[in-house]
């Protein structure tokens, strides 16, 4: 993974100085909070329910256990004890003090980690692939590009006041697990035709109010191109993106509004300006940034799989949990944060630290954040899965249901964020006792609960997605079926009219059994079923009356 | 191809640098001064002085503004083009840009067009809100004068105690500061 | 405010330092219970706390005031809205939820120094409240 070289390590630390002069001016009234808002989010800092809250960024989700356990110092020292692990990669704490940020991002910047950008109207965490450089299905590892847009859009002058914050997603393989068509800008890697690597570019989707799946605006970009292009279209953006009204500000609705072809053409005529300029990325600066994620050093001979007499939780965890390594021996392990009736997402910071260990023991120092509010320990010998197995067990989190309807992503909502209009945890809480025990039978099945309509509990690409509203003052929740976030991006629809907390348990419940009941076998998922339905059959059951 | 590093020509008139005055209320070249331009009189005269004109002035009155000695300077609002009168950007001593409100953004874009795509070599002015956080942006897109009214950020500016992140992950603008990273400039061009 | 529903509203924001969430009292303080809260009720009341909120924001005290509306049950205040039910209580964990199993107690790793007091464990709302969080180890 990217190790700072000192340009980094004083990038930080300057950033830190210049956080804790804003947050001195602050306190002592020189700047007012009109002022000082835009700069607290740039540095993650929201004002939330209870109190403040910090997101700290994870690029592209790659942690090492030395980081993972200053995050969990940071719980215990300065918060509560836990934090949330998110839909953007980033981790979460809802307790800091105004007046203690400073520390924390200071403590941060020793382990290289920061909370720069990870709010405002600039470009956000730049996500990837939660498997990368694991999988055998990339064509190369996503992370160096990541990493190079990173540090490109890091305080960006031209940047730091776009119409709306921006997100970047990239992924490498075939089947997408970044949900690159829900991003500002989604990037596919991929071998170009001519040889080489580069880029398929799809530009405008995002969830939010209006919810859009990006559009491609450039089939084969060579990845010399990559930040010329991404500076064309952030230029544009930057310029037209409407700025009068904040749910009409992000790029989806600039593209809607003038049409792709329109959009491109603004693009590229001024791409063609720069992209041989001083953005070119030469060959040796890519190999440079990519040596930094070299694979480590695979055990020769790993031990195979040890075999467990008569242990069905085990063989249960190995199936569900674990996903194959180009390694051969290897395995790609996912720690579900999502223990039947918990709360998705979160991690104590005992949890924190046992989970750092494994990652050095087992994982060769490495360990990731993926989208789905899960960890993934991505380098995993075969013959360690069982004593990994009962670590987890000991701590809680050997839940075996990845992709499973307990596997839920759910928004922090009104228990703590100001944005809110109804609650998402109790929800969560509420469907996964419901449908745990029958969690195996049903199969794949995302469910993806949101809080309000900025969505960041991405429930319109849910096979069953929530949606949160506020209705006389009270709690009321939408029901939507039928979304994706993976290469084959659909937008889930709504089903009529909303539920109240109980009712809308009682109807994911209805669907499940709809489900059920009339798919074609077990082999037929919920998906597929759904799209051979059609939703009548499931708005009926959901709509009977009792 | 346009070039990188584009302070490349001379403006057709040279731009104006008022008196030290701790009062004023333009930051240049390191101090408070007094502004030499004027904002256009609605009717009548144009006069003899430095003359600040929006677009729609300079297109009304472009004959008459190009026979007089005095200089001329343009005012433009974040989002407006300045692809339009390309060919008689030379011609103006100072270009302003307007921030409307600190969060619009579009003038840092419009102010790194007029140094790298368009040359534009005169004073280029950031005006409306503009605060001490966004000044280190501000001086790398291009700008390089300031009118400031917001005391905090005066004083900040006075006193030398702009609080910036020194160092630069990305290539913008003239020819780099000592902090910019290398890398990304690579050996091209 | 309510003319004729019987509804009060008291005024609260959250501390400037620290973010937690206060309410104006009637010694003019800002502190993390309803106990002495200023109750508005009527229209001028309401206007005399909005202005007193803006005021103490402007002294950089606290940070976004706001008037919550309030039901007066037995003389106790309940807010109309769920939100300020949520912002007053705490986040509203469930740790009732049939089949959750809060996980064991973790095993001390080589990494952790000291004993681990579980800060989720015994965590406190401002409010002297016990966070209704289920979570050890």
Redesign the interface.
């Known amino acids: 993974m990217y190790r700072y070289d000192e ?1 980094d390590a ?2 930080v630390r ?2 830190v ?2 956080f804790r ?2 947050v001195t ?9 009109d ?1 000082f808002k ?2 607290r989010l740039k540095n993650g800092v929201y ?6 809250m910090l997101r700290i960024a994870i690029p592209y989700g790659t942690m090492s256990a030395r980081q993972l ?1 200053k995050l ?1 110092h940071i ?2 020292t300065y ?4 934090g949330h692990f998110t839909t953007r990669q980033n981790l979460q704490f809802n ?5 203690d940020i400073p520390d924390i991002l200071a403590e941060l910047a020793e382990v290289e980690m920061h909370a720069i950008q990870t709010s405002g ?1 600039n470009v956000r965490n730049v996500t990837a692939d939660h498997f990368a450089g694991a999988t055998a299905e990339e064509v190369a590892d996503p992370r160096p590009y990541a990493e190079i847009i990173r ?13 709306r914050k921006f997100k970047i997603g990239i992924t490498a393989s075939e089947h997408d697990r970044s949900a690159i068509k829900t991003h500002d800008i989604g990037l596919h890697l991929k071998r170009l035709a001519g040889g080489g690597l580069g880029f398929a570019v799809w530009v405008g989707g995002g969830q939010g109010r209006t919810p859009y799946l990006a559009q491609l605006i450039r089939e084969a970009l060579p990845e010399a191109d990559l ?1 010329s292009y991404i500076e064309a279209i952030l ?1 544009v953006y ?2 037209h993106g409407r ?1 009068d009204n904040i749910h009409k500000a992000r790029i989806k609705i600039l593209i809607n509004s003038i049409g792709i072809e329109a959009f491109r053409n603004e693009v590229e005529a001024e791409w063609v ?1 720069i992209k ?7 060959e040796q ?1 890519i190999a ?1 940034i990519e040596a930094y994620f070299a694979p480590p050093q695979f055990a020769a001979r790993p031990a195979p799989a040890a075999l467990r007499p008569a242990d069905r939780s085990f063989d249960r965890w190995v199936t569900r949990n674990t996903h194959a390594h180009k390694q051969p021996g290897y395995a790609i392990v996912t720690i579900t944060l999502k ?5 998705p997402g ?1 991690a ?4 924190m ?2 989970i ?2 494994m990652a050095q023991r087992f994982s060769c120092d490495e360990v990731r954040v993926s989208h789905e509010q899960n960890l993934v320990l991505p380098h995993v010998r075969l013959g360690d899965l069982w004593s990994l197995y009962q ?1 987890l ?5 050997a839940e075996a249901n990845a992709g499973l309807a307990t596997d839920i992503i759910a928004c922090p909502g ?3 964020c100001a944005l ?4 998402s ?2 929800i969560a ?2 469907l ?2 419901r449908l ?2 029958r969690q195996d039978l049903v199969g794949d099945l995302k469910i993806k609960i949101s809080g309000c309509i900025n969505a960041c509990g991405h429930h319109h690409v849910g096979a069953i997605g929530i949606l949160g509203v ?1 209705k006389r ?3 009321h929740y939408q029901l939507l079926l039928g979304g994706s976030g993976t290469e084959a991006a659909a937008l889930a629809s709504i089903t009529g009219p909303g539920f109240g907390p109980d009712g809308i348990v009682d109807a994911v419940e209805k669907v499940v059994d709809t489900y059920l009941r009339l798919r074609a076998g077990p082999q037929e998922a919920f998906l597929a079923a759904y799209a051979r339905l059609g939703a009548e059959p499931f708005k009926e059951a959901i709509y009977a009356s009792a | 191809m346009p070039a990188p590093d584009a302070r490349a020509e001379r403006p057709a008139q040279p731009s104006l640098t008022g008196e030290v005055d701790p009062e004023g209320s333009i930051w240049k070249e390191g101090a408070f001064r007094r502004d030499p331009w004027r904002p256009t009189p609605t009717g009548g005269e144009l006069g003899a002085s430095p003359l600040l004109l929006d677009k729609a002035r300079w297109a009304a009155e472009r004959g008459t503004l190009l026979s007089r000695p005095a200089p001329i300077g343009l005012a433009l609002e974040g989002g407006e083009s300045v692809d339009d009168i390309a060919d008689d950007l030379a011609r103006f001593a100072l270009i302003a840009l307007n921030f409307a409100k600190f969060s619009d953004g579009r003038a840092f874009s419009t102010a790194r067009l007029l140094r790298e795509k368009f040359g534009y070599g005169g004073e280029l002015r950031a005006v409306g809100n503009v605060l001490s956080d966004q000044i280190p942006f501000m001086r790398r897109v291009g700008f390089d004068a300031f009118e400031v009214h917001h005391a905090p950020t005066r004083r900040a500016l006075s006193e030398g105690r702009i609080a910036e992140v020194r160092l630069y992950y990305q290539p913008v603008g003239p020819a780099p500061g000592p902090g910019t990273r290398a890398w990304l400039r690579g050996s091209v061009g | 405010m309510s003319k004729s529903s019987g509804h009060v509203q008291v005024l609260t924001a959250n501390r400037l330092g620290d973010g937690a969430v206060v309410f104006l009292n009637f010694d003019g303080d800002w502190v993390a219970t309803l106990a002495g809260v200023v109750i508005a009720r009527s229209p001028d009341e309401a206007r005399g706390l909005t202005a007193r909120g803006l005021f103490d924001a402007g002294r950089n005290l606290v940070v976004d005031p706001y008037l919550v509306e309030m039901r007066e049950v037995a003389g106790v205040l309940l807010p109309l809205r769920q939100r300020e039910r949520v912002r007053l209580d705490g986040p509203s964990i469930l740790d009732d939820v049939p089949g959750y199993t809060a996980p064991a107690a973790c095993p001390p790793s080589t990494a952790t120094r000291a004993t681990e007091a579980n800060a989720a464990g015994e965590a406190k709302s401002d409010r002297g409240e016990a966070l209704p969080r289920a979570e050890a180890a």
């Open positions: 340009f004083a990038f300057q950033r100085a210049q002069d804003q001016r602050r306190l002592s009234g020189e700047l007012t909070e002022e835009p700069l004002l939330q329910l209870h109190a403040y356990r969990a719980a215990r918060d509560r004890g836990f307790w800091p003090k105004l007046s109207n540090q490109w859009s890091s305080l960006h002058p031209e940047f730091s006041f776009l119409p930040l230029r930057n310029l700025r300006r041989d300029g001083v953005l070119k990325l030469p600066e440079r223990p039947i009736g918990g709360i979160d104590s910071a005992a949890q630290d046992a750092a260990d670590e067990k000991a701590i809680g989190l009104l228990d703590y809110a209009n109804a609650r945890i109790p809480q509420r996964s006792a745990a025990p506020e003052g009270e709690e």
